[in-house]
DNA sequence: AACAAAAATAGAATAATTCTAAAAATGGAT
DNA sequence: ATCCATTTTTAGAATTATTCTATTTTTGTT
């Protein structure tokens, strides 16, 4: 049996979703591909082994994955969201001129002193500028 | 002469912007409508008049104005960009219930170490919950 | 095997944004 | 003022991400 496959199928029932062959899919995808894709990039990758699959199923996919807290959504690029199952505090930065978008490890999550009566439960924190790449490139 | 629209006029100039008729009211729109509008609000309420607005100069003026740092482009929202003329150090929070978005002060925004190479240029951090009044609401 | 509920599907519909090509406005130089 | 080049605006078409709808398939239970 696959070590992964129990992973994400576990990592569903967790959280109460019934791990069907298209949701384990989706989800897999995201625990081995830390890319941040787009619901479109998922849709082409997991295309070819599984013919059947419909756009509409990735998308209902997600929305469930993140409702349930399972994935987070990031919208850091205007044109589409992307999606990013891992869970441990980090926030994102993406490269003007490249277009990458890299992972930040944080100690934890900035939430800053609220108005009275406000309750956070998530935050997001995004990064613009130059990769180290690109800057290279730009020395030169 | 009024104020308002002198302030407006320099805060393009400085940035290189001719000051056209419509650059103008969108700029102003935003310096007086602290309510991070979308670009099809902006629209609406300048189309009376104005009544030979596009909305593609709407949008055409808001990417010149993002281009050249004059306002932030805000995208905690995945359906539509809003937009923000205020510049000071703030971060934006949304309600999950009623979707108002508000500002909140802070002293500096967070950025964190980043890797050997990388710079930043902007960072935005976004928080989601619940608001005061939502809380409210909800506790009776 | 029969049935109800849940999930997946194809394709149409929606909506935000960009693109295109033409018209209008602007700002010199004459 | 007039001519010309450049910039800006415009209307509408095109594009594209996402959602919706109605149908079919799958799953689990009696």
């Not at 070819?48 to 399972?70: D, F, H, M």
């Not at 490890?105 to 500028?129: F, L, R």
């Amino acid at each position: 049996m696959d070590g992964v496959k129990n992973m994400v199928k576990e990592r569903l029932q967790l959280h109460g979703i019934k791990p069907s062959l298209q949701r384990m899919a989706v989800m897999e995808y995201l625990m081995t591909h830390r890319t941040h894709p787009t619901a479109d990039m998922i849709f082409t990758d997991l295309y070819p082994s599984i013919p059947t699959l419909s756009k509409a199923t990735v998308y209902n996919t997600l929305n469930l994955l993140v409702e349930r807290g399972v994935v987070r959504m990031i919208t850091i690029e205007e044109k589409n969201a992307r999606f990013d199952a891992c869970m441990d505090p980090h926030i994102h930065f993406r490269c003007r001129d490249c277009g990458a978008i890299l992972d930040v490890d944080v100690e934890a999550h900035w939430i800053p002193t609220m108005p009275d009566g406000v309750t956070v439960d998530m935050s997001e924190t995004y990064c613009i500028g130059s990769c180290a790449e690109c800057n290279n490139k730009k020395a030169i």
